[in-house]
């Protein structure tokens, strides 16, 4: 008898900070939020998404500073 269990999922921190063209410069959006990731993600799905949480009008203009994906849990720390 096979058992099959649920993917377990894993919440992630994610912080994206980008910078946007604009006319006479450029403007900075941060992104800080916590997702709940299976066991398949990957770094490049979750840089997908914080790029997609970006103003619309920004696609495909972002130049990326800083990108961070880590486990949201604090090692030794239990919930």
């Known amino acids: 008898m096979s058992h099959q269990h649920e993917p377990q999922t894993v919440d992630f921190l994610i912080i994206l900070t980008a910078s946007i063209p604009i006319y006479n410069g450029s403007q900075q959006f941060t ?16 840089l997908s998404w914080a790029l997609d949480q970006l103003p619309e009008d920004t696609a495909g203009r972002a130049n990326i500073l800083f990108f961070s994906a880590e486990p949201n849990a604090l090692p030794g720390v239990t919930g």
């Open 31 to 46: 992104i800080a939020r916590t997702l709940a990731v299976g066991p398949r993600s990957t770094r490049e799905g979750l």
